[in-house]
């Protein structure tokens, strides 16, 4: 189990100036609950135009 007290960690995506500007959306993906969690972290998904 996570204890309380860790807070969520944000996953990031890298990318380089070029293909960002092709970013057509993003977001954090969260559980909708504490007790839902299946981890610490916030994976982050992307969707490009490439």
């Given at each position: 189990?996570?204890?309380r007290s860790i807070?969520?960690?944000i996953d990031y995506?890298?990318?380089t100036e070029g293909i960002a500007a092709?970013?057509?959306e993003a977001k954090v993906e969260r559980a909708p609950s504490y007790d839902k969690?299946?981890?610490d972290h916030a994976p982050v998904?992307?969707?490009?135009?490439?």
């Open positions: 189990m996570i204890p807070d969520w960690r995506q890298v990318a092709r970013a057509l969690r299946w981890s998904t992307v969707a490009y135009d490439l």
